[in-house]
């Protein structure tokens, strides 16, 4: 076999470490490590071997904190999953454990809100892939005053800016959507 390292081959290998590691392709496995932790959130945190340091569920607080044990209240807000991990890693290795093996796992994400013309306005938990078509259906359709092109959302990490969305556009979690009147 030869093995020489040739444009083509390592063109070759570098598709494999790509498709190995989800870079490409139509893997979503990456999503859970863009998202960032928030208030309201429900996380399981797992340090293998400790269950006395393992937490099976624990809502992240207004203040963006969760009480850890050995730790106390420690900051998750705007983490990532594995940015958290990484954080828990330094902080037990820095004279509790050797070797921690730590898993961060998001189990019920914070609410987005709905209002305007729809049926049910309120809050509903989100879900991974929420389109403003599907939050509408969460909130039981619109009115017969609610209009399809007259749709504002204000993100969660920008307070007061809203912007027009339309029934494709993606709703995060802490997201507020708003459903205008249509006039006829």
């Known amino acids: 076999m030869n093995s020489k390292a040739t444009p083509l081959n390592l ?12 870079v490409v392709g139509g893997s979503h496995a990456a999503e859970p ?24 569920k624990v809502r992240v607080g207004t203040n963006g904190t969760v009480s850890f044990p050995l ?14 991990e990484a954080s828990l890693d330094e902080r037990l290795r820095d004279g509790y454990l ?3 093996k730590i898993t961060v796992s998001i189990l019920e994400y914070r609410m ?5 013309e729809v049926k049910k306005p309120g809050g509903y938990n989100y879900v991974e892939g929420l389109t403003v078509r599907k939050a ?3 909130a039981g359709g619109f009115t017969v005053r609610g209009s399809e092109s007259k749709l504002k959302k204000i993100a969660e990490g920008e307070p007061g800016k809203e912007i027009k969305v339309d029934m494709d556009s993606a709703v995060g979690p ?3 959507l708003t459903v205008g009147e249509s006039f006829f």
């Not at 490590?33 to 099976?56: C, H, K, M, Q």
């Not at 730790?71 to 958290?84: A, D, H, M, R």
């Not at 987005?112 to 305007?116: A, H, K, L, P, T």
């Open 11 to 22: 063109l070759r290998r570098l598709a494999v470490v790509l498709l190995l590691t989800g």
């Open 33 to 56: 490590n863009t998202y960032r932790i928030g208030a309201g959130d429900l996380l399981s945190i797992v340090v293998f071997g400790e269950p006395d340091l393992s937490l099976d």
């Open 71 to 84: 730790l106390g209240e420690i900051s998750v807000s705007n983490l990532t999953p594995t940015e958290l």
């Open 98 to 100: 050797n070797k921690p």
């Open 112 to 116: 987005f809100y709905v209002s305007g």
């Open 136 to 138: 509408v259906a969460l």
């Open 174 to 176: 802490g997201d507020i």
